[in-house]
């Protein structure tokens, strides 16, 4: 899971908003040499932005249009491709099951993440357990795919263990039916250590005399949780569930390892709409489909505009002072 | 940071005493990793729980020379950070310019930036792949480099206009006031103080190329351009027609491993920090 | 970067210099090689990706024969070992221009990839070359039933590939292991022959089968045979647009026979919940009695049977034509060093080169006259049946992943019965080919 590449643009809103400082009017010589850097700082980033971000944008929107192997001439199908991806049951199952990582698995790894943060802040030795369940979103998610398949094999550790522990019947994890489940499964546990430091960074700088006026006025644990800790990290939660989106959205490397462990690709039961664009762009014994791949790489970006703007209108409170 | 005086409640030790369980496997979990590595492939698959009593070392010659892990970590080693120093160094006037200007233009450019975030990275796998061996950089490290570096801009401008934007102006100020141009400015009076927000930034970086998979596996095949994310695969794709060696697998494994957990172990606050302070603000 | 930050522009400069460097050396170098290639002592040069990695044995029987083709012709090989991936590599760089002049792979891949779409060039000039050193031609070393067997490109050729590698696939035993000797006298002749079998080594607690059951392709094998046995055309019966193929009662019989495998408890009772390679690793470990698979996997577990252990193949019984794939050279269409590769070809078939596929790499070649290794001495002679029938009569590709690969594993795991499956892949297949249109 790359997490370190996700972010979102409440900086960027509240600065366009004009309500960032201004510099002082007497610095009027710092303000002119400023414009003229202006452009000599930034033209670097945005050279680089626009020739390796945007175009290539732009290039698949366009690509999404034609039907094209790669080879041969390209073929305008205008919005076919979309229709077809519509009508192909792979995808349909692809896009479910990204959907369902998104929702389902945002849903419990908030639920997690969150439940943790409480729990660690109350904790002694905070700091270690929180760097040791920090720790697996910095790997990548191949090794799990990997290691899952001795950890979780019928003479396995954790068959062994469970067994000691006196159940003698667990589930059959690696079966083919469950892939999806331990795909999930996978990823929550690496997403809620990140996403409880997230939150307990957000939540330490709450000041304290918050919590303290809370108690003298009476107001018990969950009543303090919700009337200072929910309210005050709001901005952070709602970050979150954007970066959540996007994240969730580009998994690839855990599918591929979990499902494909001989060299064939994971069955189609277990994809999402990544390993789907990689799959239509890089098969194995047939023709690429340029345009198809593209265009369901669209469908995943609208997902996440989608989902991004929804979640931000859901979420949306008046910023608290303090 | 917010000491309690009160005794602690049943359900919370029951819920402490989770979270140390967790904890705990996860640590056997790596440690388990660790060890499985220097075990022989059907030893593993016979008795998965044992303990190396012959550690096999051969499984990190066999990977190194032979699964060309050796050349791929080189690989990896200077993708990771040319496209970290690149995205840092590219990233970092910008961010200032960005912080310090608040106009229009700065404004719709920060937004731009900003957007870039939300975009999957499977929207571009096919464009850059077409685009990079138009220019001939296909299976080249030089095309990854940029491939990540173009990959890198929306999140490393994002992260270091915050920590520009958080230090004082009046720094700036007194230096102007002295006769010191923007770039003289720039260099002498913001960069050391924003020192660690760029360390951070590079980190950060450094880790998503490392663990960068998709890209790495479309635009590099040739043995000797792979990075380790690839040759970890093509590992594994290798199998279907000489078979599998887990010992030397959970090998390749570790060599991916290995480096996130000295890493961070001994960066680990500044890594936590930047990932979640760095995003929250 | 510590102490440089104090530097900004000269860093930035610094390393915008370094990337550019890289950059240029990685250009020149590319052009230098190719270009010290062409000014070799005759034939100049070619280009190859390769679908074995560097340290398989493959690979190491084709680099010395690169190395001698070298010192005897003037003509040298770029050789990258790619591996696997060629097969998903190939198509984006023919469609980028950056596509080599030679690679190998599996028939099916070479097809699926390149040949179908007229990707793949004519070899038919490499039949009619003399092997050096042998003086037959290329046509009198490899028997023409190869090719037959192929598919055929838009321009009607099945000469698209040239083998160097032979297998077919079939059911691997140990005939000395005693529960599989006491239940099986002699080869059962009919499917039910070999249902008993299986109830034989049942009743001694044995599990008749391994499986690997994750994959769909050496389980999808059964299935392959079966339909072979009951004469119909596995191609034929996945190319029906409107799936009516599947209502034939044929093909509800071979899979009613496969599920007598999967509901008659005869498979190792793990295969579910385990990855590759955990049952064949308990194949070789003595804890089951057959594995279906390609030959390859003798080479696979080479170094985990007793030494008592002795080979026993034979092809699930009704089956009347082995399965054949090939492994071979093939041209990209806008290849540029078309004779230099084509000699390369022929050079490789040299009796003496292409003994090290057998002697080496452990695998069967489709030269007659070399040996298999020993214990793919029983496979040999299956393939030397008059005609051979591609795997899955040569379905491949988008059809598999997207409407075979799930269905049948969800009835391989006994998740759906033999008629549900039956109906799932009407339907999956009617739906795959309206969106291929």
Redesign the interface.
Known sequence: MSTATIQDSSRARRSRGGSAPRPPVGAAPLERSRRRMFWAFTAPAVLVYFVLFLVPVGYAAWTSLYKWDGIGPKKWKGLKNYQTLWQDPTFRHSLTNTLKILVVGGVLTFAFAFALMLILREMNRKLFARSVLFFPCLVNAMVFGIAAGILFSPTGPVDKILEALGWSHPPQWLATQHLSTMILGTLIWTATGYYSAILMAAVDQIPEYLYEAAELDGANAFQRFRHVTLPMCWDVISVCAVLWTVSSVKIFELILMYGGSSGSQPPAGSWNTAMYVYTEAFPTASTPQLGLATAAALVSLFMVIIFTVVLRRLLRRDPIEY | MTPRRKARSLPMRIATGVVWVVVAADIVLVGWILLTSLRSGTDILNHPFGVPTHPKFSNYSKVFSDGGFGQAALNSVLVAVLSSVLAVAVAAPCAYALARRRNRVSGAMSMTFAMGLGVPGQVMVVPLFIGMAKVNLDDSQPGLILVYLGLAMPFTVYLLTGFFSGIPQVLEEAAVLDGAGAVRTFTRVILPVARGGLVTAFLLQFISAWNETLFAIVLTHSQDKVTLPVALSDFVQEAQLNGLDWGAMFAGVCVVLAPMIALFSWLGSRIIQGMTVGIGK | ??SS?????R??AI??A??LA??VS??SS?KSSSASGGSGKSGGSFTY?SMW?????QAKVIQAAITQFTADTGIKVDV??????????I????????APDMWDEGE??V???AA??G?AKDLSAVLDMTIPNDNEKVSDAIPSKYWDSLPKDPSGGQHWIVPYEASTAGIFYNTADPGVSAAMASQPATWDDFINVCQALKAKNEPCLAS??????TNGLWFDYLLNAAGVNFNDLASDKTGAAWDNPAVLKAAQQVEQLVKGGYIIP?Y???????QQ?NWA?GKAGFLMN?N?VT???A??IPSTWKYGFMLPPGATQPDSMIFGFALT?NAKHVSQAEQFMAYFLQKKTLSGISTQADNITPRTDIPAPPELATVQKTLDAPKLRLTFDGV???W???VW??NY??FW?G?IDAATFISKMKS?QV??W??QS
């Open positions: 970067m510590g930050t104090g530097r900004g522009p860093l930035l390393a915008t370094a990337v890289v950059g990685a250009c590319s990706w990695r560097q340290d398989e044995p990258q070992w790619t591996g696997r991936d060629v097969a998903k590599k198509g984006p760089a023919m469609a980028a221009g950056k099916d891949v097809y699926g990839a179908q779409n990707n690997e059951g994750e994959d769909s392709w793990t579910t919940q385990t990855k590759y390679p955990a690793t470990g390609g390859w080479a696979e577990v170094k985990q269409k491949a590709g988008d598999t992943t997207k690969n799930q594993l969800d795991h998740q999956a739906s795959f309206k969106s």
